[in-house]
């Protein structure tokens, strides 16, 4: 039942920000912890951040000290702001919601991050 909406993607050149957002349909995102996804071409989807219903969060190496997750559950939305971004971040971003490190919603469209050098 639950739906996901990504949205904020656009391109960017290196160094610069951008504020992802993740809209979902449904008042169980309350109670999950959400995460952060991408998937550049050729390349497996992977976890980039995650937060928990509690508001502990949890980074990949690869975006720690650039990337900050966060949710406004009133709002049904999850964002990630992506600073300081690299090209190496070109992917299109996805978000779902975790239970024993697994998605569990059905996945959106995705938000496309081009990050130019």
């Known amino acids: 039942q639950v739906q996901l909406v990504e949205s904020g993607g656009g391109l960017v050149q290196a160094g610069g920000s951008l504020r992802l957002s993740c809209a979902a349909s449904?008042?169980?995102?309350?109670?999950?912890?959400m995460g952060w996804y991408r998937q550049a071409p050729g390349k497996q989807r992977e976890l980039v951040a995650t937060?928990?219903?509690?508001?502990?969060?949890n980074y990949a190496d690869s975006v720690e000290g650039r990337f900050t997750i966060s949710r406004d559950d009133a709002k049904y939305t999850a964002y990630l702001q992506m600073d300081s971004l690299k090209p190496e971040d070109t992917a299109v971003y996805y978000c779902?919601?975790?239970?024993?490190?697994?998605?569990?919603?059905?996945w959106g469209q995705g938000t496309q991050v081009t990050v130019s050098s």
């Open positions: 449904g008042s169980i995102f309350k109670i999950v912890t």
């Open positions: 779902n919601g975790m239970r024993i490190a697994t998605p569990i919603f059905s």
């Open positions: 937060i928990t219903k509690g508001g502990n969060t």
